[in-house]
């Protein structure tokens, strides 16, 4: 059992590695052998109902992609979803998420803006930068505001979104 993840369960046996990582009613695991991936498979299988989905390609919103290059992780479909959400689907894309002269205070003479919907873009955005660390700064810089949102606040969200 990890010490920081309790949920997370490694094994060496000899020169071979398994990693297993539960979440709720869901495992996902892999290994440096097919003889050590099966073996738990078969295992798990003879003490609990489960069913066995194939090789990892989507998990919490992570889309997986394995290739004899490495394994990558993207957010394309969870990307596509937060934009048709909050309705910006057909927003013109920007190469940056915040301008360098933008600057973000209090401004309590802004506009009040629906909190719900701000704290629902910063949540959103904030489980995007697991796999957009360009983003990082702007999202924790507008989370600051999620107390009394402005309207020039929404405005800066709705660039990263962009």
């Known amino acids: 059992m990890g010490e920081a993840d309790k949920t997370l369960f490694t094994l060496r046996h000899h020169n071979e590695l398994l990693i297993v990582q539960i979440y709720v009613d869901d495992i996902i695991f892999g290994g440096s052998s097919n003889a050590l991936c099966a073996k738990f498979s078969k295992d798990m299988s003879d003490e609990f109902e489960m069913s066995m989905m194939g090789e990892l390609s989507f998990f919490l919103g992570l889309q997986i992609k394995q290739t004899k290059q490495g394994t990558?992780?993207?957010?394309?479909?969870?990307?596509?979803?937060?934009?048709k959400k909050f309705g910006m689907s057909d927003s013109k894309p920007l190469h940056t998420p915040m301008s360098t002269t933008t600057i973000l205070d209090v401004d309590e003479n802004g506009e009040v803006v629906d909190q719900r919907e701000y704290r629902s873009m910063i949540g959103s955005l904030l489980y995007l930068t697991a796999t957009?660390?360009?983003?990082?700064?702007?999202?924790?810089?507008?989370?600051?505001?999620?107390?009394?949102?402005?309207?020039?606040?929404?405005q800066a969200v709705k660039r990263i979104l962009r």
């Open 72 to 83: 990558f992780v993207y957010q394309g479909k969870y990307t596509k979803d937060m934009l």
């Open 132 to 154: 957009r660390p360009d983003i990082q700064f702007a999202v924790c810089l507008c989370a600051r505001f999620q107390a009394s949102p402005r309207d020039s606040h929404k």
